[in-house]
């Protein structure tokens, strides 16, 4: 209860006592193991969440196979919540084997959960987003099986969404405008905040990409609207992308720095050390000239990113020649 009173990135320091505590008190139940990560992931203590969840994950499997069951829902949930602490480590290799992983126990025929359905359209998405590899979302989705067209709404305008978002980012604009038309088809007359967010951030992108800026941050400043209204959620984000992110990476792109600098701060502050918004963060206070802004992001990302894999890491070389040029500047 106490975790769960504190699972958010104001109060979450609250809880740490309880979730060093509690998994503990039963080493055996998947759900103890994975509900100190609650705390960790809301302070962005990205190895000891990470930990909490493989423990988890381990515990479900070993019980899945002493009853010779499918993976429980507890066990998609520790996978659930690995794949994006990976993804903020900067480890997309072992991101991607716990999609394999996922992959594997959701697609078995024993498999009698709606935690798989869920993870089956969900991962590949964030795998995409977090990546931002976007030529892989359309093999991802295939290999886990996903069918719009059966999916509820949520899981239907967040595919049409997540495949209309990776398109424009490719250049894509035809097939990125079929995927919106699509994702509108499938909201129908559902009031979701978290489905209509991710319809103005494709229309955003969309129109970004098509070179209408001004339409493009209107529709981009709607979505970041909306989900600073919602209550602070817990755990990876739904909608996938984050909206005040993507339109701190717009407002980036239209060479606006400081603007997109509030927007970072803003994701951070929902989601606390999230890689990409580190990213933004440190890029556009080099660009706003804020060194000392820009160089505690490029500490922080790189603290995350110590066992990151060495393709993320060099990202960080960029990171360093923007600030330089911001100090030859000054």
């Known amino acids: 209860y106490l975790i769960h ?4 990135p104001v109060h979450a320091p609250l809880g740490l006592r309880p979730a060093r505590m509690y998994a503990d008190i039963a080493p055996a139940a998947p759900h103890a193991l994975h509900m100190p990560s609650h ?9 000891r969440g990470a930990q909490s969840n493989v423990d988890s994950y381990e515990a479900a499997r070993t019980k899945a196979r002493a009853r010779d069951e499918g993976l429980s829902g507890g ?26 992983t996922t992959h594997h126990y959701a697609t ?16 590949p998405l964030a795998s995409v987003m977090g990546t931002e590899q976007w030529d892989r979302l359309g093999p991802l989705l295939t290999q886990m099986e996903v069918d719009p067209s059966t999916l509820e709404p949520r899981g239907a ?12 980012q490719q250049g894509n604009l035809s097939a990125a405008r079929t995927a919106l038309t ?8 559902d009031p979701s905040d978290a489905l209509r967010i991710q319809i103005h951030e494709l229309d955003g992108l969309v129109a970004l990409k098509d ?32 909206a ?42 080099a660009q706003a000239d804020r060194p000392e802004v820009a160089r505690a992001a490029r500490t922080a990302l790189a603290d995350q990113w110590s066992g990151a894999d060495p393709a993320v890491r060099d990202r960080l070389q960029s990171l360093d020649g923007a600030m330089t040029s911001s100090t030859d500047a000054e």
């Open 244 to 285: 005040p992110e993507l339109y701190g990476e717009a407002l980036l792109a239209l060479d606006r720095p400081a603007d997109a600098l509030a927007q970072f701060d803003a994701t951070l502050e929902r989601y606390p050390d999230r890689a990409l918004a580190l990213w933004g963060k440190a890029r556009a206070a």
């Open 75 to 100: 066990g998609f949930h520790a996978l659930h919540w690995l794949h994006y602490a990976r993804l903020q480590q900067g480890r997309h290799t072992d991101a991607r084997a716990v999609l394999d």
């Open 39 to 47: 705390i960790f992931f809301a302070i962005g203590l990205w190895d």
């Open 157 to 168: 305008v967040s595919v049409h969404v997540g495949r209309g978002l990776a398109a424009a």
């Open 5 to 8: 009173a504190y699972d958010d």
């Open 211 to 242: 070179g209408e800026a001004e339409r493009a941050l209107e529709e981009l400043r709607t979505a970041a609207e909306l989900e600073a209204s919602r209550p602070l959620d817990f755990g990876p984000p739904f909608p996938v992308k984050p």
């Open 182 to 189: 699509q994702a509108r088809d499938a909201l129908g007359d």
């Open 108 to 123: 078995a025929p024993t498999v009698a959960t709606g935690y798989a359905d869920y993870m089956r359209w969900y991962m």
